[in-house]
């Protein structure tokens, strides 16, 4: 998918992992992307071919267990294992909501 399509938004960010969700209103999708230049590299280093498959491998993994678990237990429903700008990313249904870190604020 490498980003085409409609415009993302930002939702979170740490040193290894971004979460995107497209700005579309209906059928919204939400995309975990696994950054592979962490600040600590120097922009001439570029992550290796292995390093990206072995990164895809994990988030094919992370679809096929998702699949697995039954239909009762809330999970994130997997759209598909591609890349997004260049990097590893899942992409999933965008479910509206809070996240815990939120919630136990709220409650506190």
């Known amino acids: 998918n490498d980003g085409d399509g409609p415009?993302?938004?930002?939702?979170?960010?740490s040193n290894g992992t971004s979460i995107y969700?497209?700005?579309?209103?209906l059928n919204a999708v939400g995309?975990?992307?696994i950054n592979q230049n962490n600040?600590?590299?120097?922009?001439?280093?570029?992550?290796?071919?292995?390093?990206?498959?072995?990164?895809?491998?994990?988030?094919?993994?992370?679809?096929?267990?998702?699949?697995?678990?039954p239909p009762?237990?809330?999970?994130?429903?997997?759209?598909e294992v591609s890349s997004f700008n260049g990097s590893p990313a899942l992409y999933f249904k965008w479910e509206n909501g809070i996240t815990c870190k939120e919630w136990l604020d709220k409650v506190r």
């Open 72 to 79: 009762d237990v809330n999970k994130r429903h997997v759209i």
């Open 39 to 69: 600040d600590h590299l120097q922009a001439a280093d570029t992550p290796s071919p292995s390093n990206f498959n072995l990164t895809m491998n994990k988030l094919v993994h992370e679809e096929t267990v998702s699949k697995l678990l």
């Open 31 to 33: 995309i975990k992307v």
């Open 7 to 13: 415009p993302q938004l930002i939702v979170s960010k």
């Open 21 to 25: 969700r497209s700005a579309q209103k």
